[in-house]
């Protein structure tokens, strides 16, 4: 069996909100593929969407069940458990394909622009005005979002400080040959989510 670690999201975490509306739109989506593909929805509580990350050789797995159901009653869920698998499997959903995976991909950039604004002040508050002395999670969110906001762009100049996370450096001499958005994805991202928030915080989201 893969190791694995599950973090709990509760409705105080700084991106529940973000992530809640990501869980819906992807369990809709999730929903409909289902539907088309087999003619029937039989997804159960405690079944999960995969996604494999492209730079981290780690999996995300998400709840299938209960952001929908929660909103049909007019309620967001009081926590949502996010597992984390260190190694990356070879399950897959049987329609899933390179169009669910850029949608996944794509869908994933503004939750992050939104989280990273929201929280920014605070960041600078605790760590300092300038990003080399941020936490690597949130200056490497700094690039995505910069490339998010500037048609793949993240540097303006020859001169700025590459940025490394996870063992991924990305800096202006990369540009244009190579685009930040494409060394990630949907699960590298979310994954960046929880190390953000906790530099943020300074306590663990881990269950355990």
Request: glycine share 6%; net charge neutral.
């Amino acid at each position: 069996m893969p190791r694995t670690t599950t973090y709990k999201i509760v409705q105080s975490t700084g991106f529940y909100p973000q992530l809640n509306v990501l869980l819906i739109a992807l369990q809709g989506v999730a929903i409909a593929a289902n539907l088309r593909s087999t003619g029937r929805v039989d997804s159960q509580p405690g079944d999960y969407l995969t996604i494999q990350a492209k730079h981290l050789r780690k999996e995300v797995r998400l709840p299938l069940v209960g952001p929908v159901e929660a909103a049909l009653l007019n309620r967001k869920p009081d926590e949502v458990h996010v597992t984390l698998v260190h190694e990356q499997t070879t399950c897959c959903q049987g329609y899933w394909t390179d169009g669910f995976a850029d949608f996944v991909d794509a869908i994933f950039l503004p939750f992050l622009v939104s989280y990273y604004e929201q929280h920014l002040a605070e960041i600078k508050v605790k760590y300092g005005p300038k990003h080399p002395s941020w936490p690597a999670s949130w200056q490497m969110a700094k690039v995505l979002r910069n490339a998010t906001s500037h048609a793949g762009r993240a540097f303006t100049k020859t001169a700025q400080q590459a940025v490394s996370w996870s063992g991924l450096t990305f800096g202006p001499s990369d540009e244009p040959a190579k685009s930040i958005l494409s060394l990630v994805n949907g699960a590298d991202i979310l994954i960046l989510f929880l190390e953000m928030e906790e530099a943020r915080t300074s306590i663990s989201l881990n269950c355990a």
